[in-house]
């Protein structure tokens, strides 16, 4: 199953930063793969808590979009 979130990409920040984001509703996250860099976003946390829930206990598959631009991975 292939869930599709909306995410934003941020600038690396430091804890306080992090932390103000998870006050205004949001999950900071980054995006890993093999040989690539690191991709630092946020995401909407109801709207991926929401998704989220329909998976569990199974491997979910996310297609996040970045500004148009879709990037798969799962959890």
Not at 24 to 48: Q, R, S, T, W
Not at 59 to 73: C, E, M, R
């Amino acid at each position: 199953m292939n869930i599709k979130v909306e995410a934003t990409l941020r600038e690396k920040g430091k804890k306080s930063d992090l932390n103000n984001y998870r006050r205004e509703g949001f999950i900071p996250a980054v995006i890993y793969g093999e040989g690539k860099v690191g991709i630092n976003i946020l995401l909407n946390k109801i709207d991926f808590m929401k998704n989220y829930k329909k998976s569990i206990g199974e491997v979910a598959f996310f297609d996040f979009d970045l500004s148009g631009k879709k990037i798969s991975t799962f959890i």
